[in-house]
C-alpha cells in the first residue's frame, strides 16, 4: 500500500520526521515544503519530492500532513491540510496564540480532520508509567511537585549558530516558555489542569536573546497541589527531571536517563529504568499512533489540551508582569 506524506519546514524536527516516515513505510512517498518558500541548495534528506509553494501539493494522494514551521506559522500551514481534510499532525506549540488554536479547532470541527500535537515526551516508556503511578493514587495526596529542565542553548544544536536557532527569536517563538512547553504539557496530562500563582520571567545578559532564557513558575492543581516549575536556556548539564511528594510516598523521575524511582514505606527502589531505550522511538510511536488512530488519537496531545498549554504561558507572562 502507497503511503504519501507532506512535512512543512526544513529545520532539525522536519528532518526526524522524514526520515521517520521512511522508515515506518516501504516506498512511502515525502514530500518535503519549505515553510519560507526558499530553495535550498541541495534536495532535503530523505525527500522523494521537493516542493516550494503550496499550489504544488497533490493533496488528493496525501495521507497525511507534519507541520514543522516556526510555530507563529502553523495556524496558516495546518489550515490548508485540515480544510482538505488531511490528518494533521502540528509540531508543539501548537501555536503561540489562543486564537491561533481556536482557528485551528474550529477549522478541524468543521471539516472534521484529525488533528494531533507533537508532544513526543507522552511517548517516553517512563512518562506512562509515572501517569500510570499518580492516576492510580499510589502516592495519596499529591503535596507538592517540582519540575526542572534546562539545558544550555549553545549545546542543543550542535554545529549551528544558536542565535540563528527558532529558539534564539521572538518573531518565531522561540524563548523557554514555548520551546520547553513539554513541561506544560506533561504536568497538566498527569496533574490536571493548572492555575497560575506566581511566576518571574527573565533574560539574561549571556546569551543575547530577545526573548526569555528563565521562567520560575508556581502553580496549584484544583486538588490542591503545590506544583514548582523552572525552565532555562542556561545550564551546562542537560538536566530534565520531575519530583513528586505525596502522603504515601515521593516518586523521583529523570527523564534524560529514563528513570523512576519511589520512596515509600518499603524503602527505595527503581520502579522503571532503560537509559538506552531510543528516544527517536517517541517520535516513530507518536506518528504511528496518530496514523493508525485517527479517529482517537488518545494519547497523542489533543487540540483541546494543547490550547491549554497555550493559555497557560499566556496566564504565566500576564502574572510575571505584574
Request: glycine share 6%.
Amino acid at each position: 500500500m502507497s503511503f504519501n506524506a507532506v512535512v512543512v519546514g526544513l529545520g532539525n524536527i522536519a528532518r526526524r520526521h522524514r526520515a521517520n516516515i521512511k522508515k515506518m513505510f516501504s516506498g512511502a512517498t515525502v514530500y518535503a515544503l519549505s515553510s519560507s518558500g526558499r530553495t535550498p541548495d541541495t534536495i532535503p534528506d530523505n525527500c522523494d519530492v521537493f516542493l516550494s509553494c503550496f499550489d504544488a501539493i497533490p493533496f488528493t494522494d496525501i495521507d497525511v500532513a507534519i507541520i514543522a514551521s516556526p510555530a507563529p506559522f502553523h495556524k496558516t500551514h495546518a489550515l490548508v491540510f485540515i480544510e482538505k481534510n488531511i490528518p494533521t499532525l502540528i509540531e508543539k506549540p501548537v501555536a503561540t496564540n489562543v486564537h491561533d488554536v481556536e482557528e485551528i479547532m474550529s477549522a478541524s470541527s468543521k471539516n472534521r480532520t484529525p488533528v494531533g500535537v507533537g508532544y513526543c515526551l507522552r511517548f517516553l516508556p517512563s512518562s506512562s508509567i509515572v501517569k500510570s503511578f499518580i492516576s492510580e493514587n499510589r502516592l495519596g495526596d499529591i503535596y507538592n511537585v517540582f519540575i526542572e529542565t534546562g539545558q544550555h542553548l549553545s549545546q542543543w544544536r550542535p554545529g549551528k549558530d544558536y542565535m540563528q536557532s527558532v529558539t534564539a527569536q521572538k518573531a518565531l517563538g522561540g524563548g523557554a516558555l514555548f520551546e520547553l512547553s513539554h513541561e506544560f504539557d506533561y504536568c497538566q496530562w498527569i496533574f490536571g489542569a493548572l492555575t497560575i500563582q506566581h511566576a518571574i520571567v527573565r533574560s539574561s545578559s549571556q546569551l543575547g536573546l530577545d526573548v526569555e532564557d528563565q521562567a520560575d513558575i508556581v502553580a496549584s492543581t484544583r486538588a490542591g497541589g503545590i506544583i514548582n516549575i523552572h525552565l532555562d536556556l542556561l545550564q551546562h548539564k542537560v538536566t530534565r527531571t520531575c519530583r513528586v511528594i505525596g502522603s504515601e510516598g515521593t516518586l523521583e523521575w529523570n527523564l534524560v536517563a529514563n528513570k523512576v524511582i519511589v520512596f515509600d514505606k518499603q524503602g527505595e527502589r527503581i520502579i522503571y529504568e532503560d537509559a538506552q531505550w531510543d528516544k527517536n522511538n517517541m517520535y516513530i510511536d507518536m506518528l504511528s499512533r496518530f496514523i493508525s488512530n485517527a479517529d482517537d488519537v488518545n494519547p497523542v496531545a489533543t487540540l483541546t489540551e494543547s490550547l491549554g498549554v497555550v493559555r497557560l504561558i499566556s496566564d504565566i507572562k500576564s502574572v510575571a508582569k505584574n
